[in-house]
Structure formats: structure tokens, C-alpha cells
């Protein structure tokens, strides 16, 4: 049986003007208004770290905005190559299979410091360690069709926890092989 969600005045307000303020201002905008001001703009949806990416440039020269698009796909690509937890190839996937990373690259070393702040400072409540618990809810909704139980939530939180994520220089070090990091939260945005 699924459970009911409640939501408020308030968030359905909230709600609302988000999305008012994004057609007055987003949509609002025709080609045509871009046309006259000798204005192109530009959109291109790719696959990238994971999910959809689409990004839109406005500039007086078409060429120069799918240039621009292009130099940003490339710099996420390469980033990419060091951040993803998707690719086993990439320093968090060396990570996390390893449990530590010697030379780890200094973007990696640099989201990892700002995800670490932001998780001392929310005493906990984000933590780029949550990847075993995001493992544990992908892997029992795909193969089993059902939540984790209590009981597998609990063991897994054995290993989560920003505490056992530690940056000396440029070693990265997990406190157990069995732990795991996503930047999904921090290096997407």
C-alpha cells in the first residue's frame, strides 16, 4: 500500500511561483525577440555524468554559441573522467574500489575539501559517503522490487559517514574498503 504525501499551502504556493517565474522568464523570452536583437540562441541536451545535461547559450554568432556548448561538454568531460562514481576508470572509482587514492587529482581533492565543509557545517546531513546506502536502495529496488529493509539500511549506514572520508595532502582515504563516495550532490552543480 503506498503511503499518502502531505503537502502544504505554503510548498504548493512555493511551488507555483517557481514555475510562474520560470515561464515569465525562461520561456517567456520567443526566437524571434533573440532574432531581432541579432541574438541565436542555442540549446543541446547530452548524457553526461550520469544524467541529462542541457545547455543553452545566447550569442550574436550561431557558430560561436555551438563553440561555446561544445568547450562546455568538454570541460564536463573532463571532469567527468575524475568524478564520476559511474566510471571504474575515473579517481572516485579508483577510490572507491581501493578505499584510497595516492595523487588523487586536484579537482577531486578540492570537491571532496568543499563536500566536507558542507558536511561538517550540516553536521552530517549532507555526506558524499552516502554511496553504499544509494548502492543498497538501487540494488533492492532493481533486482528484489522492494525497498531495503531496516535491517540492511542499519547495516549500511555502518559505513556512511563524512568522519571516515579523510584528505591528507593529495591521498584520499577511506576509513573501510566497504565504504564508498558520491559527488553527485556537489560536482553536478
Known amino acids: 500500500m503506498s503511503e499518502s504525501v502531505s503537502i502544504s499551502r505554503r510548498d504548493v504556493l512555493r511551488i507555483t511561483a517557481g514555475v510562474g517565474l520560470g515561464a515569465a522568464f525562461g520561456l517567456g523570452v520567443s526566437r524571434e525577440a533573440f532574432w531581432r536583437a541579432g541574438l541565436h540562441r542555442v540549446s543541446e541536451t547530452r548524457v553526461q555524468m550520469g544524467t541529462l545535461v542541457n545547455i543553452t547559450v545566447v550569442h550574436p554568432d550561431n557558430a560561436g554559441a555551438h563553440e561555446m556548448i561544445d568547450s562546455a561538454f568538454l570541460e564536463m ?5 575524475v568524478l564520476s562514481r559511474y566510471r571504474p ?9 581501493a578505499g584510497l587514492l595516492e595523487h588523487a587529482p586536484s579537482p577531486l581533492i578540492e570537491v571532496i575539501e568543499l ?4 558536511s561538517r557545517r550540516s553536521s552530517g546531513a549532507f555526506d558524499v559517503t552516502v554511496a553504499p546506502l544509494v548502492e543498497l536502495y538501487g540494488s533492492t529496488f532493481d533486482r528484489q522490487g522492494r525497498p531495503p529493509t531496516d535491517r540492511e539500511i542499519d547495516e549500511t549506514l ?4 563524512h568522519d571516515g572520508l579523510v ?5 584520499v582515504t577511506l576509513a573501510d574498503r566497504r565504504m564508498a563516495i558520491s559527488l553527485d550532490g556537489v560536482a553536478k552543480g
Open 167 to 171: 584528505v591528507t595532502g593529495s591521498t
Open 77 to 81: 568531460e573532463r571532469l567527468e573522467a
Open 158 to 161: 555502518n559505513y556512511v559517514g
Open 89 to 97: 576508470d575515473s579517481a572516485v572509482g579508483r577510490l572507491n574500489s
Open 115 to 118: 563536500a566536507l565543509k558542507v
